[in-house]
Nanobody, 121 residues
């Protein structure tokens, strides 16, 4: 099972930006599709972006399109989620997960522990 670690979260002001990182220590993430998900209080976990393996096609859900960007940096074995123009409703715990292909959260078997992003003034 892939062990993933998220970093880069914290407290951010509305309109600000944050870049989340997802890394793994033992396996090359380029061999996996990596998804970013978030879960706000009292809400279900939702997928926000995914990057396929091999051809690195990116998928971003319509609700955050234009503000969320997913990318991969193989040299550091890291997948990033860049978020700009943060809104209060972006407050959530963000998770990265690995799978053979991009799909819904129930298909992903390997997850990080999550990292909190809080948008507040």
């Amino acid at each position: 099972q892939v062990q993933l670690v998220e970093s880069g979260g914290g407290l951010v002001q509305p309109g600000g930006s944050v870049t989340l990182s997802c890394t793994a220590s033992r396996i090359p993430l380029e061999n996996y599709a990596i998804g970013w998900f978030r879960q706000a209080p009292k809400k279900e976990r939702e997928g926000v972006a995914c990057l396929t393996s091999g051809d690195d096609r990116s998928f971003v859900v319509d609700s955050v399109k234009g503000r969320f960007t997913i990318s991969r940096h193989n040299a550091t074995n890291t997948v990033f989620l860049q978020i700009v123009t943060l809104k209060l409703e972006d407050t959530a715990v963000y998770y990265c997960a690995a799978n053979a292909y991009c799909s819904g959260p129930s298909d992903f078997r390997s997850w990080g522990h999550g990292i909190q992003v809080t948008v507040s003034s």
